[in-house]
């Protein structure tokens, strides 16, 4: 898919490409509602809207929102477009599938998450600042039988995600796992990493999972 990707905005990668092919084996028509969390320069959601669903989509980032908008344009698609904090933009609805790439690095700083570009990647220090977030709220914004695809890092700790919404109420499962080299910033990370016991020594790479959680009809 041909994407504006400027500077400043998460690009493409490897857990848009998982977390789009496990979008797809979802039953979406034209009556299905989505939600794209932390949808950067838009790809998740462009491509639910090309499945046939009516889109919503949010983003933190003021240039993200730009970033999506104009890519919308460009594939001439009617997704509907938030700025702002997760869920607090669409509080009042709900949804029949929910998907999130939100970030999940772990991050020396303890206070939030990251400024400027480190915005779509940075997470806390143990990188489920937002996670945790997504784990509690996107519950209850799925209408019955409703889906929430979560990509994220196995640095991040997917025990934790099945635990939190498996006590949410959701049926989880691990929808999805890809291999993936460490790109330029987690490879400046890895020795805090392996201080930390979260990869082996000399280990450079992580496991991408998608988690898919469905509340019961």
């Known amino acids: 898919m041909l994407l504006i990707r400027p500077p400043g905005v998460y690009r493409p990668q490897g857990d848009t490409e998982l977390l789009v092919s496990c979008l797809h084996r979802e039953r979406l028509g034209s009556g299905s509602r989505v939600l794209d969390l932390c949808t950067g320069t838009g790809a998740v959601a462009l491509a639910a809207a090309e499945d046939g669903a009516r889109v919503t989509a949010v983003d933190l980032s003021s240039r993200a929102v730009a970033t999506a908008w104009l890519n919308a344009k460009l594939h001439r698609s009617g997704i509907r477009l938030y700025r702002g904090d997760l869920l607090a933009p669409v509080a009042e609805l709900s949804f029949d599938l929910i998907t999130a790439n939100p970030p999940y690095v772990?991050?020396?700083?303890?206070?939030?998450?990251?400024?400027?570009?480190?915005?779509?990647?940075?997470?806390?220090?143990?990188?489920?600042?937002?996670?945790?977030?997504?784990?509690?709220?996107?519950?209850?914004?799925?209408?019955?039988?409703?889906?929430?695809?979560?990509?994220?890092?196995?640095?991040?700790?997917?025990?934790?995600?099945?635990?939190?919404?498996?006590?949410?109420?959701?049926?989880?499962?691990?929808?999805?796992?890809?291999?993936?080299?460490?790109?330029?910033?987690?490879?400046?990370?890895?020795?805090?990493?392996?201080?930390?016991?979260?990869?082996?020594?000399?280990?450079?790479?992580?496991?991408?999972?998608?988690?898919?959680?469905?509340?019961?009809?």
Do not use: K, Y
């Not at 914004?141 to 939190?164: D, F, I, K, M």
């Not at 291999?179 to 020795?191: K, L």
């Open 106 to 217: 772990p991050a020396a700083a303890t206070a939030a998450a990251g400024t400027g570009p480190g915005l779509a990647w940075d997470a806390g220090p143990d990188g489920r600042l937002v996670l945790d977030r997504i784990c509690r709220e996107a519950p209850r914004r799925l209408a019955r039988g409703g889906v929430l695809l979560l990509v994220q890092s196995s640095l991040s700790n997917v025990p934790a995600t099945l635990v939190s919404l498996g006590a949410a109420g959701l049926r989880t499962t691990v929808a999805a796992r890809r291999r993936q080299a460490f790109g330029p910033v987690m490879t400046a990370r890895a020795a805090r990493f392996e201080r930390l016991g979260l990869i082996a020594p000399g280990q450079r790479h992580e496991v991408l999972v998608v988690v898919r959680g469905v509340r019961e009809r």
